[in-house]
C-alpha cells in the first residue's frame, strides 16, 4: 500500500491545514436490466487508495493529515451473489488509512468534517448526486463560498510517474506488445476483424490483464482511414493492409499500441513506401523523446517528415512548408502525434511546454488516404499509423512498447514465424 499512502501524503501536504478534499469511487454502470459493466475504479480514486469497491468516499483532512474513508459493510448475503467486501475495519488496516467508517455514516459525519474547514476540493464531474449534494451543503453553511477543483493538485501529480505507475506501464506495454505479436501471426486473408480482436484479448487475459484499457480498433482496408473504427465486423481481405490499435489495461495502467501489417504477410509497393514514411516519423519523435525537450518541436520533427512523404509521393502538390503552413497535410495527418498515457489512455495532466523525467506519452504519427479521384489508385484506402508508449526518463526515454514489431522486416518475418 506504501505508494498509495504516500500519494495520499503528498497531497495532504499540497492542500493543507483548513482545507479537506474529498473523492467518490466510480458507480457501478448498468448495461441491461440487472447486468452491469465489468466494475471499473474511477482514476483519481484509484490514485489514491488502491481501493477496488464502488460505493466508498474517501475524505482527505487537512488540518488532521488524515485520510479517511467511507466504504460499505461486510453482508453476508451481497457477498455470497456478488463476492468479498472489505467492511471498514480491514479497509482500514489493508489500504492504510487513518481511520475507516460504513458508507451509511458519510452523511451524518460530514458536516462536522467541515465545519472548521475554510477550503473544500472536489472533482467537479464526479460524485453524481451525493457530490451535488456535498457541494450545496457546502455552499449552504459557507454562505456560498465557491468549492475549488481538486484536479489542479492531482493532475500535476499524475503527470510524473512515480516507480510504481512506471513499473505498470512498463508491463501493461509488454503485454499490449505480446498481443499485436499475436495478432500479426494469426492474420490471414478472408477471417474477420473479430477474429483478430479475440486474439488481443486471448494474449491480453492470458498474460493477467483483465480488461483492454480501450475498444481495440482492428481496421482493414479502407476501415483504418475511420479513425475510431470499433466496428472490427468486415472479412480481411488480400491485398489490403491491417491496422489495429489495442492495448492492455494492466492493475489500471494501459498500453496504447498500435501496428499496420499486411493482411498477407507482404507489403505492396506502395504501402510499403508509405509506411516507411510513418515508421520514419515515429522514429524520429521517439528518438528527440528527451528532459527538456520541447513537445512542440518533436511534433513538428514528425510532420516534416509526413509531409515530405505526401509532397514525395505527389499526394500533395507543392513543397513541404507550403503545405504545413497552409494545413493541406491536415487531408492525410488529422491528429496529433500523441497525448499521455497512464491510468487513463488519453491520461490526465495538459500538455506543458517541456518534456520531464517521469512522464509517459504515445507517440502515434499517421497518413490515412481515403479513395478519390485526385489520388493515385495505389494509395486509395490506405490507413497507417505507428504508436508507442514511451517513458521520458533522465538521460532521454524509454518505449514500454518496443517488442511490438515495426520494421517491414520484423514484421514480415514475425507474420512468417
Ligand atoms: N487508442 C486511442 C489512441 O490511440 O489515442
Ligand atoms: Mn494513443
Ligand atoms: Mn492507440
Known amino acids: 500500500?506504501?505508494?498509495?499512502?504516500?500519494?495520499?501524503?503528498?497531497?495532504?501536504?499540497q492542500i493543507g491545514s483548513g482545507s479537506v478534499a474529498v473523492l467518490f469511487a466510480a458507480p457501478e454502470q448498468r448495461r441491461s436490466n440487472d447486468t452491469f459493466f465489468p466494475y471499473r475504479q474511477n482514476s483519481y480514486f484509484h490514485y489514491l487508495t488502491g481501493f477496488p469497491e464502488p460505493e466508498s468516499v474517501l475524505v482527505l483532512d487537512g488540518s488532521a493529515q488524515a485520510a479517511v474513508l467511507f466504504c460499505r459493510d461486510k453482508d453476508d448475503v451481497s457477498e455470497i451473489w456478488e463476492g468479498f467486501r472489505y467492511g471498514a475495519d480491514a479497509a482500514r488496516e489493508a489500504f492504510g488509512m487513518d481511520a475507516a467508517y460504513s458508507i451509511?455514516?458519510?452523511?451524518?459525519?460530514?458536516?462536522?468534517?467541515?465545519?472548521?474547514?475554510?477550503?473544500?476540493?472536489?472533482?467537479?464531474e464526479e460524485g453524481g448526486a451525493a457530490g451535488q449534494a456535498l457541494v450545496r451543503h457546502w455552499q449552504k453553511i459557507k454562505n456560498g463560498a465557491a468549492v475549488e477543483n481538486l484536479a489542479a493538485c492531482l493532475d500535476g501529480?499524475?503527470?510524473?510517474?512515480?516507480?510504481?505507475?512506471?513499473?505498470?506501464?512498463?508491463?501493461?506495454?509488454?503485454?499490449?506488445?505480446?498481443?499485436?505479436?499475436?495478432?500479426?501471426?494469426?492474420?490471414?486473408?478472408?477471417?474477420?476483424e473479430l477474429h483478430?480482436?479475440?486474439?488481443?484479448?486471448?494474449?491480453?487475459?492470458?498474460?493477467g490483464a483483465r480488461f483492454p484499457a480501450y475498444p481495440s480498433i482492428v481496421a482493414g482496408g479502407k476501415n483504418a482511414c475511420c479513425l475510431h473504427y470499433t466496428a472490427n465486423n468486415d472479412t480481411l481481405r488480400n491485398g489490403d493492409l491491417l491496422l489495429v490499435d489495442a492495448g492492455a489495461e494492466y492493475q489500471g495502467y494501459a498500453g496504447d499500441i498500435t501496428r499496420t501489417f499486411p493482411v498477407n504477410g507482404r507489403f505492396g509497393g506502395a504501402q510499403k513506401d508509405l509506411y516507411e514514411v510513418v515508421l520514419a516519423a515515429n522514429e524520429a519523435a521517439i528518438a528527440a523523446v528527451k528532459p527538456g525537450a520541447a513537445w512542440a518541436g518533436i511534433q513538428q520533427t514528425a510532420l516534416n517528415i509526413l509531409a515530405r512523404g505526401m509532397v514525395d509521393f505527389k499526394l500533395l502538390a507543392g513543397t513541404v512548408e507550403g503545405n504545413i503552413e497552409s494545413g493541406a497535410f491536415k487531408r492525410y495527418y488529422m491528429h496529433g502525434l500523441g497525448h499521455w498515457v497512464g491510468l487513463d489512455v488519453h491520461d490526465t495532466g495538459g500538455r506543458p511546454a517541456v518534456l520531464q523525467a517521469g512522464m509517459c506519452t504515445t507517440v502515434e504519427p499517421g497518413i490515412y488516404i481515403a479513395a478519390a479521384a485526385d489520388i493515385p489508385a495505389c494509395f486509395h484506402n490506405i490507413g497507417i499509423r505507428v504508436e508507442d508508449n514511451v517513458l521520458v526518463t533522465e538521460s532521454g526515454c524509454e518505449n514500454y512498447t518496443a517488442a511490438a514489431p515495426k520494421s517491414v522486416a520484423a514484421i514480415e518475418e514475425t507474420m512468417r514465424g
Do not use: C, Y
Open 1 to 13: 500500500m506504501t505508494p498509495f499512502v504516500e500519494r495520499r501524503r503528498r497531497l495532504l501536504g
Open 104 to 124: 451509511a455514516s458519510w452523511r451524518e459525519q460530514m458536516p462536522k468534517i467541515l465545519q472548521n474547514a475554510q477550503r473544500l476540493l472536489v472533482l467537479p
Open 157 to 192: 501529480m499524475r503527470l510524473i510517474k512515480d516507480r510504481h505507475e512506471t513499473d505498470l506501464l512498463k508491463t501493461a506495454g509488454e503485454i499490449s506488445a505480446a498481443a499485436h505479436i499475436r495478432a500479426m501471426q494469426k492474420t490471414r486473408p478472408d477471417i474477420s
Open 196 to 207: 483478430i480482436e479475440a486474439e488481443l484479448l486471448h494474449e491480453f487475459m492470458r498474460r
